[in-house]
């Protein structure tokens, strides 16, 4: 199979959502909107649900960029649910769609439960 960018993409997505249950750890994907500096869509596994949840942000913080250096665009506080999936092949597939749509980037955080951490 010759190389393809889109199937790269999908494979690091696919990996990116996932669910450790000993760690009680997830990988958290969102998709950035650059123009506005600010998440738009954020996808992870939701353990007590057993599924792959999107949602799609509806309120942010305000941060200012120069502030800490480290995250340059504005974090959802509050979202709405933009869909649920079975896997994360579907899932990823959803996120690359919005991405191409409107032309999101991602980023990737690593989350623990903060009551075993």
Same mark, same amino acid.
């Given at each position: 199979?010759?190389?393809?960018?889109?199937h790269?993409? %999908?494979?690091?997505l696919?990996? !990116?959502?996932? +669910? $450790?249950e000993? +760690?009680? &750890?997830?990988?958290?994907?969102? /998709?950035?909107?650059? !123009?506005?500096? #600010?998440? /738009? =869509?954020? !996808?992870?596994?939701?353990?007590?649900r057993?599924?792959?949840?999107?949602e799609?942000a509806?309120?942010?913080?305000?941060?200012? !960029? $120069?502030?800490?250096?480290?995250?340059? =665009?504005?974090? &959802?506080?509050?979202? #709405?649910? =933009?869909?649920t =999936?079975?896997?994360?092949e579907? &899932? &990823?597939?959803a996120? /690359?769609? /919005?991405a %191409?749509d409107h032309?999101?980037?991602?980023?990737?955080?690593l989350?623990?439960?903060?009551?075993?951490?």
């Amino acid at each position: 199979m010759a190389f393809s960018i889109e199937h790269f993409a %999908r494979q690091l997505l696919i990996e !990116a959502l996932f +669910y $450790d249950e000993e +760690y009680v &750890a997830l990988g958290n994907v969102s /998709l950035i909107d650059g !123009a506005n500096q #600010k998440e /738009l =869509y954020l !996808a992870s596994f939701d353990p007590e649900r057993d599924i792959f949840l999107i949602e799609e942000a509806v309120e942010w913080e305000d941060l200012d !960029a $120069d502030e800490d250096g480290e995250i340059d =665009y504005a974090l &959802a506080v509050d979202g #709405k649910e =933009y869909g649920t =999936y079975e896997t994360p092949e579907d &899932a &990823a597939d959803a996120l /690359l769609g /919005l991405a %191409r749509d409107h032309n999101l980037v991602p980023s990737f955080m690593l989350l623990f439960d903060e009551e075993t951490a």
